[in-house]
């Protein structure tokens, strides 16, 4: 009896829940709860430490020095393809920042929200050198391995049926599984974001035995994602990643912001770093600085690229699409003003 | 003597608490389906099963045993899921069945040898989790099984590979249909000349395993009467794989083998049970009759021994189907990857997907218990 009614109040206590804000939820938790990838290097992954480093890793971090000023108050919920929005929309977590391609059915359909594109990505095919293929037109009769509940496994589809090509699917987990059937044969390629197949490429023995095909055969736009209807947490995860994006821009970065944040000239930056007025911040729920906490403890976009992907990692990707649109890049953010 | 009040009688206490519990447990209920309901409402979802057959799948399985691709809709792979999971299920239960049996047999056997391997096999198979087994099979099969380029081959007809095992396709052609004709009238013709024999048991297998052996030659002679009708489609490398022909790819063969391997320890230790419980007596009383040990166990021993058996072995049964679940571990599309994996994934519908999930495996317990039950009532022993 006693415990039915356990049962009862817990299930009454969510219910009630179910419609608070989640910037308070947060607050009173004393940490963000953000999703990430179960392991993809330069993503999520865990260092020789134990501590989650990457990509992804590091917007739950920004978000987290966004709300609380320290970006170390971020605990992380490692999730697969298949349970990442289930996770998100249960109130798990409270972002999910896990190489996510935003598109239409997800974001009208599954009722989540996009904030922003941290990475344009489009899938590809890695193939072990030896095999002497030049191209994806030359994977016919394939056993291709591939994640489950992922866009590139309906790419996939689309795109060997459209160049009438046949194939065998192998469908895996988890990035680490899918390396794991790859490297013993169970497959001849492996598909998934170029980005993820430069980290997998990285994690075998000898990545040099190993070719990425040039053919992209999709757009992946990845971004972070939040449950939809609370525009307010909403605007404070998009504008966390538009502060990352914009401090780039303007030169901003975790070596000068504590002095341009003692005074500049340039006045979109004093807007930015909180010295003079930002109309409407106090409606986020933040602090004046909190651009300036982000970008003094995580870095400006360039430096969180540069540290987890960009050409001093072993994964040595070239920004590329995800350059400033001011060298010809798809970065871009609205001003803050 | 006086009365004592209603509500102090313990008649109306029981009836009152009876009430009270049935009560309650509808409130539960109720204020669950309301809760449903009212996060329903507030996330702004529908309820509905529509998704599946409005919505094509868009993605592709790698084993399917009904016609299916990408443009078809959830719900026609929701089937082929299904139709995978009663395969793995079957092939899975005759053989841990066969393999409980004889374990189970072995394990009784007075060499000291035989009885000990036996005992090492249940001990193992019995007290590793299932999992583990499957992740250790499918290891197995995919590292020491060659490359397709390098596939062991018996014969040039059959190839093992660590893409799968390929066999030879046998294409019937309609002259097939009037071997079979004579093949089963000749079978027919014994089992009615076998009814005749029921009295003497030894006469009526001797016409038993003449019908047989005669069947099968007419069969034969009208095999090649009917010039050759079958063909083989031998699999041949061809780009990337073997092509043609069937196969069996590894993650069929190692959950099917793991979950086999599993139960076989459990149904096992129920026939070593079901063998035990049976009185010595009876197997003395046979002995001094001078029947041999194979027919002792046969027609003496096993008999009563069902009785015991059965009912376990209808969980054994059960547990093997509901484990089967577990081919997501190593890629196997059964209908939990399909129906309640991708399809849940792509559609959102995890309410609706995991309760059809949940209803289909439900169903398919109470068929295998609803079959146990009616076999169990069979080998009961009467006036027991």
Known sequence: MKRILGIAAAGLLLAGHANAATLDEVRARGHLQCGINTGLVGFAAPDDKGVWRGFDVDFCRAVAAAVFGDADKVKFTNLTGKTRFTALRSREIDVLSRNTTWTFSRDVDLQLTFIGVNYYDGQGFMIPKKLGIKSAKELSGASVCIQTGTTTELNLSDYFRANKMTYQPVPVETNSEALTNYLAGRCDVYTTDASGLAATRVATDNPEAHVVLPEIISKEPLGPVVRQGDDQWADIVRWTLNALIAAEEHGVSSANVRKLATGTSNPEIARLLGKSELQGRARLGLAPDWVVKIIAQVGNYGEVFGRNLGPDTPLGIARGLNGMWTRGGLMYAPPFR | ?384
């Open chain 2, 1 to 384: 003597m006086t009365a004592l009040a209603i509500w102090r009688q313990e008649s109306t206490r029981f009836v009152a608490l009876q009430i009270g519990g049935v009560l309650l447990i509808f409130a539960l209920i109720a204020w669950l389906l309301g809760n449903v309901a009212a996060n329903f409402a507030a996330l702004d979802k529908t309820f509905g099963f529509g998704f599946l057959w409005e919505l094509p799948a868009n993605y592709d399985i790698n084993q399917t045993l009904i016609d299916y691709s990408a443009q078809s809709t959830h719900l026609r792979a929701a089937l082929v899921g299904l139709l995978n999971t009663f395969l793995v299920a079957a092939i899975g239960i005759v053989l841990a069945t066969i393999l409980g049996f004889a374990v189970g047999a072995l394990r009784l056997s007075e060499n000291w040898l035989v009885s000990r391997l036996a005992s090492a096999y249940v001990e193992f198979t019995r007290n590793t989790p299932v999992l583990l087994l499957i992740l250790l099979w499918h290891g197995i099969i995919i590292n020491t099984l060659p490359h397709p380029r390098q596939a062991l081959s018996i014969a040039d007809s059959v190839f093992l590979t660590n893409r799968g095992v390929y066999v030879p396709k046998p294409l019937f052609e309609v002259g097939f249909l009037y071997v079979l004709a004579v093949f089963f009238a000749g079978l027919g013709a014994t089992w009615l000349l076998c009814r005749r024999q029921r009295d003497t048991p030894a006469r009526r297998l001797s016409v038993a395993v003449a019908g047989v052996v005669f069947s099968v030659a007419l069969a034969a002679i009208a095999f090649f009467l009917a010039g050759n009708p079958i063909r083989f489609e031998t699999p041949a490398l061809r780009g990337f794989n073997y092509q043609g022909g069937l196969s069996l790819i590894p993650e069929l063969v190692a959950l099917t083998w793991a979950l086999a391997f599993y139960t076989s320890g459990f149904i096992a230790e129920n026939v070593r049970a079901g063998i035990m419980s049976v009185d010595c007596g009876q197997t003395d009383a046979a002995r001094s009759l001078g029947l041999p040990r194979i027919r002792i166990l046969r027609l003496i021993v096993l008999p009563q021994a069902m009785r015991v058996i059965v009912p376990p072995l209808t969980s054994s049964y059960l547990d093997l189907t509901k484990n089967s679940s577990l081919a997501i571990a190593i890629g196997y599309m059964d209908l939990v990857a399909t129906l309640g994996g991708i399809t849940l994934n792509q559609t959102g519908r995890e309410m609706e997907a995991m309760l059809l999930v949940m209803a289909v495996y439900l169903l398919i317990s109470l068929t295998i218990a609803a079959f146990m039950n009616w076999y169990n009532n069979r080998v009961r022993l009467p006036g027991r």
